[in-house]
């Protein structure tokens, strides 16, 4: 086993920062948390170092406890939020610090630095100070200076928050293959979503100091159990619906949002926590979602629903529209090649009965067709 925490608590003054908080992360694996500020990340991060000491339960890393360990001697690399470089030394000097620390020959300190920063394509600024460096190649640095020294266990606080599109997307991809050639077991703090998806093998969504759920990203992403995870991972839509009627493969679901003028019947694909009666939130993802003009044919294997344009805006390839049906409104993401509507126009709003999928509180399945479907947002949002 990689790290564990069981039922961890912190208070800063009185004030709770983390509570009952229990993790497993396997050995080699690349575990992302996410979660907004102040949820307890870098305290989370803190604690598996031994820089801050919890309140009460266990640390284990490696299959030890860790409770009585000095952060020297937990075989952890850390890359912290605010970079925290030596100011004093030279980029070769930060990162050699640690690999003289274990008594390396200097050729060798050298050999391993230069190859390093060849990785991240910074070696041009080896000879440099960190005030002269810009926050991105700061980073860079920080990232360098925690891997050399090869650990056992990574933690990494916003690694990449400061570099530009391009430089996230090859740090990210290097330091992937870092951890796969190493297998370093791994826990990182992201903000970014398709950091998070793209790099971890499974994500922890963390709210006010406990996690809410642990998954693999595409799960995560298309079985979140609760409205806060669902609106973490970037969820829009969110559906209040009573269960009217199941069928063999569908069921009949009532819309009810409390805002909605005219509540509205939609058909969705059956799941096997359905039962008559029983109140539901459901999700649709705003990609999942189809426009059509007023006279325009909607085949019957679609939902309807009528709607007014009430806000757009262009992100790369894909238009947002934002679709008033009534009191309530809907987020669609539509390719831009497909969008020809303007501000005001009347549209349906069409969905097809797998694109809703409910808040269960439990995971409720798993298959190929949340795949796929991960797959075309991926290549919508590239
Ligand atoms: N040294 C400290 N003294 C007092 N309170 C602290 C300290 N460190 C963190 N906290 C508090 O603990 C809570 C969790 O902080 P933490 O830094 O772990 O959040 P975070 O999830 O990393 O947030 P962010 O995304 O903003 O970095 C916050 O309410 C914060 O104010
Ligand atoms: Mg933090």
Redesign the pocket.
Known sequence: MGVVLKKISKN??G?T?LKDLDLEVSRGEFHVLL??????????L?VIAGL?KQDKGTVMVGGRNANGLPPEKRKIGFVF?DYALFPHLSVFDNIAYGLRVRRLKETEIARKIDYYLARVNIEKEKNKYPHQLSGGQKQNVALIRAIVTEPEILLL??PMSDLDAPAREKTGQELKNFQQEMGITTIC?T?DQDEAFSLGDRVSV?NE?KIEQIEAPHDLFYHPKTEFVARFVGAKNILKARIIKIQQHEAIVYINNECLVQPFKIRVKKYPIFEKGKEISLCIHPEKIVLKKPNEAVGNNLNRIRGKIVNKRSNGKTLRATIDIGGTEIHAAIPKALFDFRIHENVWVCFAPDAPHPLCGKRCRADEAGRRCLNEIRSIRS
């Open positions: 800063y003054n004030r920062a979660g907004p500020n102040g949820a307890g990340k870098t305290t989370v803190s801050t939020q606080d916003e703090v903000h963390l100091g």
